[in-house]
Protein backbone atom coordinates (compact mmCIF):
# COMPACT_ATOMS: atom_id res chain seq x y z
CA UNK A 1 0.00 0.00 0.00
CA UNK A 2 1.52 2.97 -1.47
CA UNK A 3 1.81 6.55 1.10
CA UNK A 4 -1.55 7.56 -0.68
CA UNK A 5 -3.40 4.86 -0.20
CA UNK A 6 -3.09 4.35 3.74
CA UNK A 7 -5.80 5.32 5.61
CA UNK A 8 -5.82 7.96 7.96
CA UNK A 9 -3.21 7.77 10.39
CA UNK A 10 -2.65 9.00 14.69
CA UNK A 11 -1.70 12.13 12.83
CA UNK A 12 -5.16 13.52 11.83
CA UNK A 13 -6.68 12.67 15.53
CA UNK A 14 -3.40 13.75 16.65
CA UNK A 15 -3.56 16.96 14.69
CA UNK A 16 -7.73 17.46 15.47
CA UNK A 17 -7.17 16.73 19.00
CA UNK A 18 -4.31 19.48 19.64
CA UNK A 19 -6.26 21.96 17.26
CA UNK A 20 -9.11 21.45 19.66
CA UNK A 21 -7.95 21.90 22.51
CA UNK A 22 -5.47 25.02 20.95
CA UNK A 23 -8.72 26.79 20.65
CA UNK A 24 -10.30 25.98 24.03
CA UNK A 25 -7.00 27.69 25.42
CA UNK A 26 -7.40 30.50 23.85
CA UNK A 27 -11.07 30.81 24.31
CA UNK A 28 -11.07 30.24 27.84
CA UNK A 29 -13.93 31.36 29.55
CA UNK A 30 -13.79 34.48 27.77
CA UNK A 31 -17.18 36.13 27.04
CA UNK A 32 -18.70 34.12 30.17
CA UNK A 33 -21.94 31.37 30.15
CA UNK A 34 -24.08 31.72 27.38
CA UNK A 35 -27.76 31.67 28.02
CA UNK A 36 -28.36 27.58 27.28
CA UNK A 37 -25.83 26.80 29.23
CA UNK A 38 -27.56 28.38 32.30
CA UNK A 39 -30.34 27.11 31.39
CA UNK A 40 -29.05 23.57 31.33
CA UNK A 41 -27.60 24.31 34.89
CA UNK A 42 -30.41 24.96 36.46
CA UNK A 43 -32.26 22.09 34.91
CA UNK A 44 -29.94 19.69 36.24
CA UNK A 45 -30.54 20.93 39.28
CA UNK A 46 -33.85 19.64 39.12
CA UNK A 47 -33.42 16.23 38.00
CA UNK A 48 -36.48 14.66 35.93
CA UNK A 49 -37.37 12.32 32.95
CA UNK A 50 -38.33 14.98 30.48
CA UNK A 51 -38.57 19.18 30.14
CA UNK A 52 -40.93 21.79 28.15
CA UNK A 53 -38.24 21.97 25.45
CA UNK A 54 -35.73 19.24 25.41
CA UNK A 55 -34.77 15.96 26.58
CA UNK A 56 -33.43 14.92 29.44
CA UNK A 57 -29.53 13.65 29.15
CA UNK A 58 -27.95 16.72 28.67
CA UNK A 59 -29.11 17.81 32.64
CA UNK A 60 -28.40 14.13 34.06
CA UNK A 61 -24.90 14.37 32.48
CA UNK A 62 -24.71 18.17 34.54
CA UNK A 63 -26.35 17.20 37.45
CA UNK A 64 -23.41 14.54 37.43
CA UNK A 65 -20.70 16.71 36.83
CA UNK A 66 -21.95 18.57 39.12
CA UNK A 67 -22.35 16.08 41.94
CA UNK A 68 -18.35 15.50 40.95
CA UNK A 69 -17.69 19.31 41.64
CA UNK A 70 -17.06 19.46 37.47
CA UNK A 71 -19.40 22.34 36.79
CA UNK A 72 -17.03 25.40 35.98
CA UNK A 73 -17.38 27.13 32.89
CA UNK A 74 -13.88 26.10 31.76
CA UNK A 75 -14.84 22.62 32.66
CA UNK A 76 -17.79 22.22 30.63
CA UNK A 77 -16.06 23.94 27.69
CA UNK A 78 -13.49 21.57 27.66
CA UNK A 79 -16.42 18.70 27.47
CA UNK A 80 -17.84 20.33 24.91
CA UNK A 81 -14.56 20.32 23.24
CA UNK A 82 -13.87 16.93 23.67
CA UNK A 83 -17.02 15.97 22.15
CA UNK A 84 -16.63 17.89 19.27
CA UNK A 85 -13.18 16.15 18.84
CA UNK A 86 -14.47 12.70 18.41
CA UNK A 87 -16.80 14.49 15.95
CA UNK A 88 -14.21 15.22 13.53
CA UNK A 89 -12.23 12.16 14.27
CA UNK A 90 -15.13 9.76 13.61
CA UNK A 91 -16.12 11.91 10.30
CA UNK A 92 -12.85 11.77 8.89
CA UNK A 93 -12.51 7.81 9.92
CA UNK A 94 -16.59 7.74 7.68
CA UNK A 95 -14.33 9.13 4.86
CA UNK A 96 -12.04 6.54 5.55
CA UNK A 97 -14.82 3.70 5.51
CA UNK A 98 -16.38 4.75 2.04
CA UNK A 99 -13.50 4.37 0.60
CA UNK A 100 -11.24 7.92 1.29
CA UNK A 101 -7.70 8.25 1.19
CA UNK A 102 -5.57 10.15 3.03
CA UNK A 103 -6.32 13.14 1.11
CA UNK A 104 -9.63 12.86 1.44
CA UNK A 105 -9.73 12.36 5.22
CA UNK A 106 -7.52 15.20 5.92
CA UNK A 107 -9.99 17.48 3.82
CA UNK A 108 -12.90 16.31 5.80
CA UNK A 109 -11.49 16.68 9.50
CA UNK A 110 -10.38 20.62 8.18
CA UNK A 111 -13.73 21.22 6.86
CA UNK A 112 -15.43 19.78 10.36
CA UNK A 113 -12.88 21.76 12.11
CA UNK A 114 -13.20 25.49 11.13
CA UNK A 115 -16.70 24.92 9.57
CA UNK A 116 -18.40 27.62 11.70
CA UNK A 117 -21.80 25.63 11.84
CA UNK A 118 -19.13 22.75 13.70
CA UNK A 119 -16.72 25.11 15.17
CA UNK A 120 -19.41 27.61 17.29
CA UNK A 121 -21.37 24.67 18.40
CA UNK A 122 -18.53 22.89 19.54
CA UNK A 123 -17.35 25.84 22.00
CA UNK A 124 -20.30 25.94 24.27
CA UNK A 125 -22.22 22.59 25.98
CA UNK A 126 -25.50 22.66 24.81
CA UNK A 127 -27.31 19.91 23.81
CA UNK A 128 -26.39 20.28 19.70
CA UNK A 129 -22.64 19.21 20.68
CA UNK A 130 -24.01 16.13 21.55
CA UNK A 131 -26.58 16.02 18.46
CA UNK A 132 -23.59 16.38 16.31
CA UNK A 133 -22.04 13.04 18.10
CA UNK A 134 -24.67 11.14 17.68
CA UNK A 135 -25.14 11.95 14.12
CA UNK A 136 -21.95 11.19 13.28
CA UNK A 137 -21.90 8.24 15.20
CA UNK A 138 -25.21 7.11 13.53
CA UNK A 139 -24.36 7.14 10.09
CA UNK A 140 -20.96 5.46 11.43
CA UNK A 141 -22.45 2.66 12.03
CA UNK A 142 -24.63 2.40 9.47
CA UNK A 143 -22.03 2.47 7.32
CA UNK A 144 -20.41 -0.51 8.88
CA UNK A 145 -23.16 -2.17 8.72
CA UNK A 146 -24.13 -2.03 4.96
CA UNK A 147 -20.51 -3.21 4.65
CA UNK A 148 -20.54 -5.97 7.23
CA UNK A 149 -23.65 -7.04 8.21
CA UNK A 150 -23.17 -7.56 11.54
CA UNK A 151 -25.38 -7.49 13.64
CA UNK A 152 -23.87 -5.96 16.18
CA UNK A 153 -23.59 -2.71 14.18
CA UNK A 154 -26.79 -2.15 14.24
CA UNK A 155 -27.55 -2.95 17.71
CA UNK A 156 -24.84 -0.16 18.60
CA UNK A 157 -26.89 2.14 15.95
CA UNK A 158 -30.11 1.63 17.80
CA UNK A 159 -28.22 2.75 20.95
CA UNK A 160 -26.74 5.57 19.21
CA UNK A 161 -30.22 6.41 17.63
CA UNK A 162 -31.92 6.20 21.24
CA UNK A 163 -29.12 8.66 22.55
CA UNK A 164 -29.83 10.74 20.50
CA UNK A 165 -33.50 11.43 20.92
CA UNK A 166 -32.77 11.51 24.79
CA UNK A 167 -30.61 14.50 23.63
CA UNK A 168 -32.41 16.61 21.20
CA UNK A 169 -35.48 15.48 19.05
CA UNK A 170 -34.61 16.51 15.68
CA UNK A 171 -32.84 13.62 15.27
CA UNK A 172 -36.05 12.17 14.69
CA UNK A 173 -35.78 12.77 11.36
CA UNK A 174 -32.76 10.50 10.86
CA UNK A 175 -34.56 8.00 12.84
CA UNK A 176 -37.08 8.08 10.05
CA UNK A 177 -34.74 8.87 7.07
CA UNK A 178 -32.49 5.87 7.55
CA UNK A 179 -35.81 3.32 6.88
CA UNK A 180 -37.05 4.43 4.53
CA UNK A 181 -33.73 4.51 2.26
CA UNK A 182 -33.43 1.00 3.88
CA UNK A 183 -36.79 0.20 2.23
CA UNK A 184 -35.43 1.79 -1.18
CA UNK A 185 -31.92 0.34 -1.60
CA UNK A 186 -31.62 -2.90 1.21
CA UNK A 187 -35.01 -4.22 2.07
CA UNK A 188 -33.25 -7.07 3.24
CA UNK A 189 -32.36 -5.34 6.11
CA UNK A 190 -35.93 -5.40 7.57
CA UNK A 191 -35.50 -9.36 7.67
CA UNK A 192 -32.96 -9.22 10.43
CA UNK A 193 -34.14 -9.82 14.08
CA UNK A 194 -31.10 -7.14 14.97
CA UNK A 195 -32.91 -4.72 13.35
CA UNK A 196 -35.82 -4.49 15.06
CA UNK A 197 -34.26 -5.72 18.31
CA UNK A 198 -32.34 -1.96 17.66
CA UNK A 199 -36.01 -0.30 16.80
CA UNK A 200 -37.04 -1.43 20.15
CA UNK A 201 -33.60 -0.48 22.15
CA UNK A 202 -34.13 3.37 20.48
CA UNK A 203 -37.75 3.22 22.17
CA UNK A 204 -36.87 1.98 25.20
CA UNK A 205 -34.51 4.68 26.05
CA UNK A 206 -36.72 7.54 24.79
CA UNK A 207 -39.75 6.33 27.04
CA UNK A 208 -39.20 8.09 29.82
CA UNK A 209 -39.55 11.16 27.75
CA UNK A 210 -42.68 10.57 26.27
CA UNK A 211 -43.94 9.09 29.75
CA UNK A 212 -43.13 12.42 31.17
CA UNK A 213 -44.57 14.47 28.22
CA UNK A 214 -47.80 12.19 28.55
CA UNK A 215 -48.13 13.19 32.15
CA UNK A 216 -47.25 17.35 31.33
CA UNK A 217 -50.14 17.03 28.78
CA UNK A 218 -47.22 17.37 25.72
CA UNK A 219 -46.18 20.71 26.74
CA UNK A 220 -43.50 20.35 23.94
CA UNK A 221 -45.77 20.45 21.01
CA UNK A 222 -46.67 23.89 22.82
CA UNK A 223 -43.24 24.69 22.25
CA UNK A 224 -43.15 23.49 18.74
CA UNK A 225 -46.23 25.65 17.49
CA UNK A 226 -44.60 28.57 19.60
CA UNK A 227 -41.14 28.15 18.10
CA UNK A 228 -41.42 30.47 15.13
CA UNK A 229 -43.40 33.19 16.11
CA UNK A 230 -41.11 35.84 16.51
CA UNK A 231 -38.39 36.92 14.22
CA UNK A 232 -35.22 36.85 15.86
CA UNK A 233 -33.20 40.29 15.35
CA UNK A 234 -30.11 38.53 14.04
CA UNK A 235 -29.10 38.72 10.79
CA UNK A 236 -28.25 35.12 10.15
CA UNK A 237 -30.99 33.85 11.64
CA UNK A 238 -33.53 36.38 9.54
CA UNK A 239 -32.55 35.07 6.49
CA UNK A 240 -32.10 31.46 6.33
CA UNK A 241 -30.41 30.95 3.08
CA UNK A 242 -28.16 32.90 3.82
CA UNK A 243 -27.20 31.63 7.65
CA UNK A 244 -26.92 27.94 6.12
CA UNK A 245 -24.41 29.64 3.68
CA UNK A 246 -21.88 31.72 6.25
CA UNK A 247 -22.53 28.61 9.01
CA UNK A 248 -20.92 26.07 6.58
CA UNK A 249 -18.28 28.93 5.43
CA UNK A 250 -19.02 29.43 1.96
CA UNK A 251 -15.93 28.51 0.57
CA UNK A 252 -16.78 24.96 1.66
CA UNK A 253 -19.68 25.10 -0.50
CA UNK A 254 -16.96 24.03 -3.52
CA UNK A 255 -16.69 20.40 -0.46
CA UNK A 256 -20.39 20.05 0.31
CA UNK A 257 -22.24 21.33 -2.82
CA UNK A 258 -20.75 19.02 -4.96
CA UNK A 259 -21.06 16.36 -2.25
CA UNK A 260 -24.95 16.67 -2.18
CA UNK A 261 -25.53 15.44 -5.20
CA UNK A 262 -22.48 12.95 -5.73
CA UNK A 263 -24.24 11.41 -2.32
CA UNK A 264 -27.30 10.77 -4.69
CA UNK A 265 -25.29 9.61 -7.82
CA UNK A 266 -22.22 8.27 -6.45
CA UNK A 267 -21.80 4.58 -7.80
CA UNK A 268 -20.75 3.29 -4.14
CA UNK A 269 -24.16 0.93 -2.80
CA UNK A 270 -23.24 2.53 0.70
CA UNK A 271 -22.58 5.95 -0.35
CA UNK A 272 -26.12 6.19 -1.97
CA UNK A 273 -28.21 4.77 0.81
CA UNK A 274 -26.72 7.12 3.39
CA UNK A 275 -27.36 10.17 0.85
CA UNK A 276 -30.92 9.38 0.17
CA UNK A 277 -31.51 9.35 3.96
CA UNK A 278 -29.45 12.64 4.73
CA UNK A 279 -31.72 14.14 1.71
CA UNK A 280 -34.77 12.99 3.07
CA UNK A 281 -33.95 14.45 6.51
CA UNK A 282 -33.16 18.02 4.58
CA UNK A 283 -37.27 17.42 3.29
CA UNK A 284 -38.33 16.89 6.64
CA UNK A 285 -36.19 19.68 8.07
CA UNK A 286 -37.85 22.23 5.45
CA UNK A 287 -41.15 20.89 6.01
CA UNK A 288 -40.95 21.35 9.38
CA UNK A 289 -39.75 24.86 9.08
CA UNK A 290 -37.13 23.94 11.65
CA UNK A 291 -34.27 26.72 11.85
CA UNK A 292 -31.20 26.22 9.59
CA UNK A 293 -28.85 25.45 11.71
CA UNK A 294 -30.19 21.97 12.24
CA UNK A 295 -28.79 21.09 8.60
CA UNK A 296 -25.53 21.30 9.76
CA UNK A 297 -24.84 17.73 10.30
CA UNK A 298 -26.52 16.97 6.82
CA UNK A 299 -23.97 19.30 5.46
CA UNK A 300 -21.70 17.81 7.39
CA UNK A 301 -22.19 14.05 5.56
CA UNK A 302 -22.35 16.41 1.95
CA UNK A 303 -18.83 17.32 3.13
CA UNK A 304 -17.82 13.51 3.27
CA UNK A 305 -19.65 12.96 -0.03
CA UNK A 306 -17.82 16.13 -1.26
CA UNK A 307 -14.01 15.09 -0.26
CA UNK A 308 -14.99 11.67 -2.40
CA UNK A 309 -15.97 13.13 -5.38
CA UNK A 310 -13.00 15.35 -5.59
CA UNK A 311 -10.63 12.42 -4.69
CA UNK A 312 -12.06 10.63 -7.35
CA UNK A 313 -12.14 13.73 -10.10
CA UNK A 314 -8.63 14.48 -9.05
CA UNK A 315 -7.23 10.70 -8.71
CA UNK A 316 -5.02 11.20 -12.05
CA UNK A 317 -4.79 14.82 -12.22
CA UNK A 318 -2.15 17.51 -11.18
CA UNK A 319 -1.30 17.36 -7.75
CA UNK A 320 -1.88 21.14 -7.76
CA UNK A 321 -5.69 20.93 -7.61
CA UNK A 322 -5.47 18.48 -4.32
CA UNK A 323 -3.41 21.12 -2.95
CA UNK A 324 -5.79 24.08 -3.61
CA UNK A 325 -8.93 21.97 -2.32
CA UNK A 326 -6.17 21.81 1.21
CA UNK A 327 -5.52 25.72 0.65
CA UNK A 328 -9.21 26.03 0.68
CA UNK A 329 -9.95 24.29 3.49
CA UNK A 330 -7.11 25.43 5.83
CA UNK A 331 -8.58 28.86 5.36
CA UNK A 332 -11.55 28.04 7.47
CA UNK A 333 -8.99 29.04 10.06
CA UNK A 334 -9.66 32.64 9.19
CA UNK A 335 -13.14 32.15 10.59
CA UNK A 336 -12.49 30.73 13.96
CA UNK A 337 -13.03 34.33 15.64
CA UNK A 338 -16.16 34.42 14.74
CA UNK A 339 -17.50 31.24 15.35
CA UNK A 340 -15.67 30.56 18.67
CA UNK A 341 -14.89 32.78 21.56
CA UNK A 342 -11.38 33.62 21.06
CA UNK A 343 -11.03 37.51 20.53
CA UNK A 344 -10.69 39.92 23.46
CA UNK A 345 -13.58 42.33 23.90
CA UNK A 346 -11.90 45.11 22.33
CA UNK A 347 -11.17 43.08 18.95
CA UNK A 348 -14.69 41.67 18.70
CA UNK A 349 -16.12 44.85 18.74
CA UNK A 350 -13.88 46.17 16.00
CA UNK A 351 -15.23 43.20 13.94
CA UNK A 352 -18.46 44.03 14.76
CA UNK A 353 -18.19 47.75 13.47
CA UNK A 354 -16.17 46.13 10.56
CA UNK A 355 -18.95 44.07 9.48
CA UNK A 356 -21.33 46.58 10.23
CA UNK A 357 -19.73 49.27 7.98
CA UNK A 358 -19.06 47.19 5.26
CA UNK A 359 -22.66 46.23 5.17
CA UNK A 360 -23.83 49.74 5.13
CA UNK A 361 -20.80 51.53 3.04
CA UNK A 362 -20.04 53.80 5.52
CA UNK A 363 -18.47 54.19 8.63
CA UNK A 364 -21.36 54.41 11.37
CA UNK A 365 -20.41 56.42 14.85
CA UNK A 366 -22.82 54.44 17.08
CA UNK A 367 -21.79 51.33 18.39
CA UNK A 368 -21.89 47.92 16.22
CA UNK A 369 -24.67 45.42 16.87
CA UNK A 370 -23.13 42.44 18.27
CA UNK A 371 -26.66 40.53 18.21
CA UNK A 372 -26.42 40.93 14.30
CA UNK A 373 -23.70 39.51 13.51
CA UNK A 374 -22.90 37.11 16.57
CA UNK A 375 -25.92 36.31 18.23
CA UNK A 376 -24.05 33.30 19.81
CA UNK A 377 -21.70 35.61 21.32
CA UNK A 378 -24.27 38.29 22.55
CA UNK A 379 -25.88 35.37 24.55
CA UNK A 380 -22.79 35.19 26.51
CA UNK A 381 -22.91 38.88 27.62
CA UNK A 382 -24.21 40.98 30.33
CA UNK A 383 -25.53 38.37 32.81
CA UNK A 384 -23.21 38.92 35.62
CA UNK A 385 -23.50 42.90 35.30
CA UNK A 386 -27.66 42.17 35.40
CA UNK A 387 -27.49 39.90 38.50
CA UNK A 388 -24.93 42.43 40.26
CA UNK A 389 -28.17 45.18 39.31
CA UNK A 390 -30.84 42.42 40.72
CA UNK A 391 -28.97 42.06 43.83
CA UNK A 392 -28.31 45.33 44.77
CA UNK A 393 -32.38 46.54 44.03
CA UNK A 394 -33.36 43.23 45.81
CA UNK A 395 -31.00 44.18 48.58
CA UNK A 396 -32.42 48.14 48.62
CA UNK A 397 -36.20 46.76 49.06
CA UNK A 398 -37.71 47.39 52.79
CA UNK A 399 -37.91 44.25 54.81
CA UNK A 400 -41.83 44.22 54.90
CA UNK A 401 -41.31 44.02 50.97
CA UNK A 402 -39.03 41.29 50.73
CA UNK A 403 -40.90 39.34 52.94
CA UNK A 404 -42.50 36.56 50.80
CA UNK A 405 -41.69 38.31 47.75
CA UNK A 406 -40.98 36.00 44.55
CA UNK A 407 -38.40 37.34 42.69
CA UNK A 408 -39.56 36.55 38.60
CA UNK A 409 -37.35 36.54 35.10
CA UNK A 410 -39.11 36.91 31.68
CA UNK A 411 -36.90 34.49 30.18
CA UNK A 412 -35.29 31.58 31.03
CA UNK A 413 -31.34 32.73 30.23
CA UNK A 414 -31.99 35.69 33.02
CA UNK A 415 -33.24 33.37 35.64
CA UNK A 416 -30.54 31.11 34.70
CA UNK A 417 -28.16 33.99 35.88
CA UNK A 418 -30.16 34.79 38.82
CA UNK A 419 -29.57 31.33 39.98
CA UNK A 420 -26.21 30.32 38.52
CA UNK A 421 -23.76 33.15 38.75
CA UNK A 422 -25.35 34.85 42.12
CA UNK A 423 -21.98 33.50 44.17
CA UNK A 424 -22.47 35.49 47.05
CA UNK A 425 -26.33 34.01 47.77
CA UNK A 426 -27.39 37.70 48.03
CA UNK A 427 -30.65 36.48 46.15
CA UNK A 428 -33.27 33.95 46.54
CA UNK A 429 -33.80 31.57 44.23
CA UNK A 430 -35.29 33.12 41.26
CA UNK A 431 -38.53 31.70 39.29
CA UNK A 432 -39.57 32.55 35.45
CA UNK A 433 -42.60 32.13 33.55
CA UNK A 434 -40.55 30.68 30.31
CA UNK A 435 -39.71 27.07 29.40
CA UNK A 436 -39.46 24.97 31.63
CA UNK A 437 -39.54 27.29 34.37
CA UNK A 438 -43.27 27.36 34.36
CA UNK A 439 -43.24 23.97 35.71
CA UNK A 440 -40.72 24.71 38.50
CA UNK A 441 -42.80 27.72 40.00
CA UNK A 442 -46.37 25.88 40.35
CA UNK A 443 -47.86 26.84 43.82
CA UNK A 444 -45.93 30.18 44.10
CA UNK A 445 -48.36 32.90 45.60
CA UNK A 446 -47.56 36.17 43.86
CA UNK A 447 -48.96 38.54 46.49
CA UNK A 448 -45.30 40.70 45.79
CA UNK A 449 -42.60 39.72 44.29
CA UNK A 450 -39.43 41.69 42.21
CA UNK A 451 -40.15 41.24 38.32
CA UNK A 452 -37.15 41.17 36.22
CA UNK A 453 -37.75 41.85 32.12
CA UNK A 454 -41.16 42.52 31.88
CA UNK A 455 -42.90 45.73 30.36
CA UNK A 456 -45.25 47.94 32.45
CA UNK A 457 -48.02 47.18 30.74
CA UNK A 458 -48.05 43.87 31.32
CA UNK A 459 -47.62 43.98 34.79
CA UNK A 460 -50.20 46.24 35.46
CA UNK A 461 -53.01 43.68 33.57
CA UNK A 462 -51.76 41.63 36.47
CA UNK A 463 -50.93 44.26 39.95
CA UNK A 464 -52.55 47.16 41.41
CA UNK A 465 -48.75 47.95 42.35
CA UNK A 466 -46.16 48.60 39.63
CA UNK A 467 -43.21 50.17 40.55
CA UNK A 468 -40.06 50.90 37.91
CA UNK A 469 -37.01 50.11 39.65
CA UNK A 470 -33.85 50.13 37.18
CA UNK A 471 -32.99 49.55 34.12
CA UNK A 472 -30.72 47.69 32.70
CA UNK A 473 -28.28 49.28 30.12
CA UNK A 474 -26.26 46.74 27.61
CA UNK A 475 -24.92 47.27 24.44
CA UNK A 476 -23.73 43.88 23.74
CA UNK A 477 -26.37 41.59 25.32
CA UNK A 478 -29.51 40.51 22.98
CA UNK A 479 -32.25 42.94 22.04
CA UNK A 480 -34.20 41.74 24.70
CA UNK A 481 -31.61 42.63 27.50
CA UNK A 482 -31.04 45.99 26.85
CA UNK A 483 -33.17 49.16 28.65
CA UNK A 484 -34.61 45.63 30.74
CA UNK A 485 -37.05 46.63 33.61
CA UNK A 486 -37.19 45.33 37.04
CA UNK A 487 -40.66 46.22 38.54
CA UNK A 488 -41.50 46.11 41.91
CA UNK A 489 -45.23 44.55 42.01
CA UNK A 490 -47.83 43.87 44.62
CA UNK A 491 -51.39 43.48 44.94
CA UNK A 492 -52.42 40.85 42.31
CA UNK A 493 -55.91 41.30 40.09
CA UNK A 494 -56.07 37.10 40.05
CA UNK A 495 -55.65 34.41 42.52
CA UNK A 496 -52.12 32.90 41.98
CA UNK A 497 -53.05 29.72 39.41
CA UNK A 498 -54.18 32.12 37.17
CA UNK A 499 -51.79 34.83 36.99
CA UNK A 500 -49.33 31.79 36.60
CA UNK A 501 -51.26 30.74 33.05
CA UNK A 502 -51.56 34.55 32.48
CA UNK A 503 -47.75 34.78 32.51
CA UNK A 504 -46.52 31.35 30.75
CA UNK A 505 -44.19 31.61 27.55
CA UNK A 506 -43.10 28.56 25.84
CA UNK A 507 -42.13 30.39 23.01
CA UNK A 508 -38.07 30.79 21.80
CA UNK A 509 -37.60 34.17 21.83
Known amino acids: MTREDSPPSLVIFGFVVAAKAGILLLAGTRYGFMSDELYFLDAAARPASGYVDFPPLLPWLLALFGRLGLDSLFVLRALAAAVGALVVC ?76 LTKLSILALCAALPLAWLLWE ?110 PALGFFSI ?61 EAADLERYFPHFAEMHGWPELVDLVANEWGQLPPARREGAVLMASHYGQAGALNQLDGSQRLPQAHSRHMNYHLWSEGLAYEQGLFVGFESAELLLLFETVEELARFDCQACMARERGLQLHYVANPRLPSDQLRDRLRRYDFF
Open 90 to 165: ASADLCRILGGRTWACWLVALVFLFAPGFLSVQSILTMNVLDQLWWTMALWLAARHLQSRRPLFMLLLGLVLGLGM
Open 187 to 296: RDIFRAASTWLAALLACGLIAPFVAWQVANDWPFFEFISAYNSTSPNALVLRNPALGLLLTMNPGYAVIWGVGSVYALLSPDRVMKVLGTAVWLCLSLYIGAGVKFYFAV
Open 305 to 365: AGALFWQRQLAAGRPVWRWALMGLAVSGVLAVPGAAPVLPEARLQQLTRFLRDSEQAYPGR
